[in-house]
């Protein structure tokens, strides 16, 4: 018996960065259930649940085999009692009743439609919603005056909160490696978020940027700015200065899962014919008008709205979330495993270099606690090496 589970066990070890999780999920019923237990949690200020059915619901997304009978959960880790109780509900009624409640309370649907809000979040949404503010009309009608970042998020609503397409994305990446060439010529430009990992849509765009020499990247992020500015590309961004080298508590010491890089956070305005710019040297314009309307304007065939909805989505563009990073060379490799996720994939590479190899990860630095030092790396190969860990690649991170 006891034989029997430890080798389950062993199967699929406890770790999420100890296992590979590809994009094919055969599991997709019980890990929407417990992923929406989990952004319930994560939005009602209940991190610790909240990361109990992430973990929950990784390990479902690392078998290789539709779940259809409790006994083959028998020595997983990280399925607690709660857990195995969604999932029993689902096994036996197709649904669970907790989650079915939840999707349809009140208060989590206000959570929901406050946070898709750029720049409001649970703590946000929750002091509105204690006002009575449920929907987008009644924050409108409000008192409340809003930031710039969520002025921005709430003008560009329905854009935000549609995916954004690898197609988007790479045409996104051209703007930002056109931007980056003309302002610091031989910089490198890496996708990185869930587009590394292989996804086909995400929230938003990730890029990392870096130069092979030591030091030339500093100040780069303004001088971006504002040649995508100049060009008429961003309908918001928020720059960070780079604090990492002038903070007190030191590399070895991340205090959270924010580091401390050079950072924009924006919101692209991407003109539809630069998409199909992009889609045309793909295909070699072999497309019909009909295709290129549908590619287009995607709101106009889910769209149900009014006319007056279907005009304003006739735009010639669109708003895209994107974020920009730069990182010196020198910490490039951990700032390229700390941006490519996912978020759970990330948090228990932390958690496994401090509980199980008593060292500090962040996206700047690996620190050595018992040998009192830095541990360097060029790669992520090399970072996974110190960390005793067999090497993953970013299409295998998604956890
Ligand atoms: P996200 O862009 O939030 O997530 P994602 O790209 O995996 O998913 P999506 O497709 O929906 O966009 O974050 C990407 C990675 O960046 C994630 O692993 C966490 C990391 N990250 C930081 O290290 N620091 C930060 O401040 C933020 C916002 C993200
Ligand atoms: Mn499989
Ligand atoms: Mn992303
Ligand atoms: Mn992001």
């Known amino acids: 018996q006891v034989d029997e589970s430890k080798e389950v066990e062993s199967i699929v070890p406890s770790y999420a960065c100890q296992r590979r999780t590809t994009l094919e999920n055969h599991n997709t019923v019980f890990t929407d259930a417990l992923s929406l237990l989990a952004e319930n949690a994560e939005l009602s200020d209940e ?4 990361v109990a059915f992430r973990r929950a619901a990784a390990v479902l997304k690392a078998l290789h085999s539709p779940v259809i009978d409790l006994l083959q959960l028998r020595g997983l880790p990280c399925l607690g009692g709660h857990s195995l109780r969604v999932i029993k509900d689902v096994l036996e009624h197709g649904a669970s009743s907790e989650v079915e409640c939840t999707k349809q309370s009140e208060r989590f649907k206000a959570l929901k439609v406050l946070t898709g809000i750029f720049g409001v979040g649970a703590k946000t949404a929750e002091r509105w919603i204690r006002e009575g503010i449920h929907s987008l009309p009644q924050l409108q009608d409000s008192a409340h005056t809003l930031n710039r970042a969520q002025q921005a998020g709430l003008e560009h609503y329905d854009d935000l909160n549609q995916p954004v397409t690898k197609a988007e994305g ?3 990446g051209e703007i930002v490696e056109k931007a ?6 031989g910089a490198q430009i890496t996708l990185i978020g869930g587009f590394r990992r292989g996804k086909l849509t995400g929230h938003d765009v990730d890029f990392l940027i870096t130069h092979p020499e030591e030091g030339r990247e500093v100040g780069l992020m303004p001088k971006v700015v504002s040649w995508l500015e100049s060009k008429g590309f961003l309908l918001y961004q928020k720059t960070t200065r780079n604090s990492y080298l002038e903070s007190k508590d030191g590399p070895a010491r991340p205090s959270s899962n924010m580091d401390r890089f050079e950072r924009c956070y924006s919101i692209f305005k991407l003109p539809e014919d630069a998409k199909e710019g992009t889609k045309q040297t793909e295909t070699l314009t072999e497309d019909t008008p009909e295709d290129t309307c549908r590619l287009t304007t995607p709101s106009l065939v889910k769209d149900e709205g009014s006319e007056s909805t ?32 996912s978020k759970l994939f990330e948090r228990e590479l932390r958690r496994w270099a ?8 962040s996206s700047h630095a690996l620190y050595d606690n018992t040998q009192s030092k830095y541990l360097r790396a060029s790669s992520e190969e090399e970072i996974f090496a110190h960390l005793g860990l067999e090497y993953i690649p970013p299409s295998e991170r998604n956890a």
């Open 47 to 50: 991190d610790g649940r909240g």
């Open 354 to 361: 401090g509980h199980e190899k008593a060292m500090s990860l």
């Open 170 to 172: 790479d045409a996104i």
């Open 180 to 185: 980056v060439m003309s302002v610091l010529p």
């Open 310 to 341: 279907k005009r304003a989505n006739l735009k010639p563009w669109r708003a895209v979330r994107v974020d920009l990073v730069v990182s010196p060379i020198s910490q490039f490799a951990f700032a390229l495993l700390g941006w490519t996720g």
